[in-house]
Nanobody, 123 residues
Framework: QVQLVESGGGLVQTGGSLRLSCAASGRTFSSYNMGWFRQAPGKEREFVAAISRSGGSTGYADSVKGRFTISRDNAKNMVYLQMNRLKPEDTAVYYC????????????????WGQGTQVTVSA
C-alpha cells in the first residue's frame, strides 16, 4: 500500500507555469513506477507522464511532450510535474498514481491513486 497526496494545482493564465507535487507515504516508494494522469469533465482519464523507479526513464503523452517534465526524489518520497506553456486544454484534475508494472502508460496499469488536484488554465 502507498498513499498519495497531490498539491500545487490552481488557476493560471495561458502560457503560464505550475509545478505539481505528489507526496507518497511508505518505505518502499522507490519500488514504484509513478505516473501523472488528468481528467477533464465529461472525458476519460488520460495519461500525461510516467517515470521509472530510479528516475532514469520518462515518458510523455504527445499532447504535453516538450512542455511538461516529470521528476522524482526518492529520498523525499516525492514526485513532481513541472508544467510550462500551459494551454486551456490542459485544464483538468491531475492525479498522481503508482504501480509496480513496467512501462505504464494506461490507467488500468496503476494500482494506487491520489485524490487529485485541480488545474485551471484561463484564456
Amino acid at each position: 500500500q502507498v498513499q498519495l497526496v497531490e498539491s500545487g494545482g490552481g488557476l493560471v493564465q495561458t502560457g503560464g507555469s505550475l509545478r505539481l507535487s505528489c507526496a507518497a507515504s511508505g518505505r518502499t516508494f522507490s519500488s514504484y513506477n509513478m505516473g501523472w494522469f488528468r481528467q477533464a469533465p465529461g472525458k476519460e482519464r488520460e495519461f500525461v507522464a510516467a517515470i521509472s523507479r530510479s528516475g532514469g526513464s520518462t515518458g510523455y503523452a504527445d499532447s504535453v511532450k516538450g512542455r511538461f517534465t516529470i521528476s522524482r526524489d526518492n529520498a523525499k518520497n516525492m514526485v513532481y510535474l513541472q508544467m510550462n506553456r500551459l494551454k486551456p486544454e490542459d485544464t483538468a484534475v491531475y492525479y498522481c498514481a503508482a504501480t509496480l508494472k513496467v512501462r505504464p502508460t494506461m490507467v488500468a496499469l496503476y494500482d494506487y491513486w491520489g485524490q487529485g488536484t485541480q488545474v485551471t488554465v484561463s484564456a
